[in-house]
């Protein structure tokens, strides 16, 4: 049976930075089955210019009056209330993960005990955060959007000369809704081939078919952007899915996970009561007198298969039958004695 997979409710900044809705999102997350949820700290004056447009995404589902800045600016949580978020989660039953944006985020997060860090696609480049990180000894997912297979083993030489080596490679298309056509997702593989780490699935996509499809593939953590409510204001909302739609989506590829099994071809035990009713046996077509010896125009290959099976047939042409054995019969190796 595979290890079952670690299924990450991407909140973000979906809180819009009240820490009573991020505490909304966490229990919904887990009611719907999620194993962790995923917030995003920062300080603004940190990570971006405060002349910084919006990306495009961003410009369509917030507008183009403010900049990125003061977007983000709006989407912060404090430090305390961060606290509260992981004695909250704690409650909950769900593990608390983050994505640090700035050194400072870091060392924080490492202070409120933090189990591991996720890296966002765009500081896969950021070999400074990398490290810094790298330092901390926790394990690590970084995620690959954007990026070619030169800059993961970058990032990979940068996380692991700070000293981590518990690293999953999640797979990632960096667009908000990401287009299916463009997903890709056989290059999960190539990720774990390539460089011989677990791998995952980061999803931007509409709806709920690739990231059950990636676990079919091999993924060991899925992450999905969740929202209370798409219509919600916010720049990630649009791409979210909302608590039911994560319950679904949960539900499934738990089911996916039962059917993948351990891979060893047998017979499993709902079919054992089968295999009389639909295998055949060699069965007499014609009426076999005693002392008769079987030919092939004298028998039949049909249901039921209790009897001689029909690969053994050459063992059993031109033997003398020690019975009478009426057509129809299923022929068995006590008839030959």
């Known amino acids: 049976?595979?290890?079952?997979?670690?299924?990450?409710?991407?909140?973000?900044?979906n809180h819009n930075g009240s820490?009573?809705?991020?505490?909304?999102?966490?229990?919904?997350?887990?009611?719907a089955g999620a194993d962790a949820v995923k917030f995003q700290t920062f300080r603004s004056e940190d990570l971006v210019s405060v002349y910084?447009?919006?990306?495009?995404?961003?410009?369509?589902?917030?507008g183009k009056q403010e900049t990125q800045f003061e977007m983000l600016k709006r989407l912060e949580l404090s430090e305390l209330e961060y606290k509260k978020l992981v004695l909250h989660c704690n409650k909950t039953g769900v593990e608390f993960i983050s994505t640090p944006f700035d050194l400072r985020?870091?060392?924080?997060?490492?202070?409120i005990g933090v189990g591991r860090y996720k890296i966002a696609s765009g500081d896969l480049t950021n070999p400074e955060l990398l490290y810094h990180?790298?330092?901390?000894?926790?394990?690590?997912?970084?995620?690959?959007?954007?990026?070619?297979?030169?800059?993961?083993e970058s990032a990979l030489e940068s996380l692991r000369s700070g000293g981590t080596r518990r690293i999953t490679l999640l797979h990632c298309v960096t667009e908000y809704p990401a287009p299916v056509a463009e997903v890709n997702l056989r290059a999960m593989l190539t990720l774990r081939d390539?460089?011989?780490?677990?791998?995952?699935?980061?999803?931007?996509?509409?709806?709920?078919?690739?990231?059950?499809?990636?676990?079919a593939l091999g993924a060991t953590i899925v992450e999905k952007h969740f929202t209370l409510d798409r219509r919600?204001?916010?720049?990630?909302?649009?791409?979210?899915?909302?608590?039911?739609?994560l319950r679904q989506m949960i539900r499934a590829i738990r089911s996916v996970e039962l059917a993948l099994g351990d891979g060893v071809k047998r017979p499993s035990p709902s079919e054992l009561p089968n295999i009389d009713a639909a295998r055949r046996s060699i069965v007499a077509s014609t009426y076999i007198a005693t002392?008769?010896?079987?030919?092939?125009?004298?028998?039949?290959?049909?249901?039921?298969?209790?009897?001689?099976?029909?690969?053994?047939?050459?063992?059993?042409?031109?033997?003398?039958?020690?019975?009478d054995v009426p057509a129809g019969t299923v022929l068995t190796w006590d008839m030959f004695k």
């Open 232 to 245: 919600m204001k916010g720049p990630d909302h649009m791409a979210s899915i909302e608590p039911e739609g």
């Open 1 to 13: 049976m595979p290890e079952k997979t670690l299924i990450v409710a991407e909140v973000g900044v």
């Open 105 to 111: 985020s870091v060392d924080f997060l490492e202070s």
């Open 194 to 215: 390539a460089f011989k780490l677990p791998v995952g699935y980061s999803d931007h996509t509409e709806g709920m078919e690739v990231p059950i499809a990636a676990v």
């Open 291 to 323: 002392g008769e010896r079987v030919t092939i125009r004298k028998i039949a290959f049909k249901r039921p298969g209790t009897g001689i099976q029909p690969k053994d047939i050459e063992k059993v042409l031109n033997l003398r039958c020690t019975v």
């Open 133 to 152: 990180v790298g330092r901390k000894r926790k394990p690590v997912i970084l995620s690959t959007g954007m990026a070619n297979l030169g800059e993961v």
């Open 52 to 62: 910084a447009e919006k990306a495009s995404y961003q410009k369509r589902t917030t």
């Open 19 to 31: 820490l009573d809705t991020a505490k909304k999102l966490v229990r919904a997350a887990r009611l």
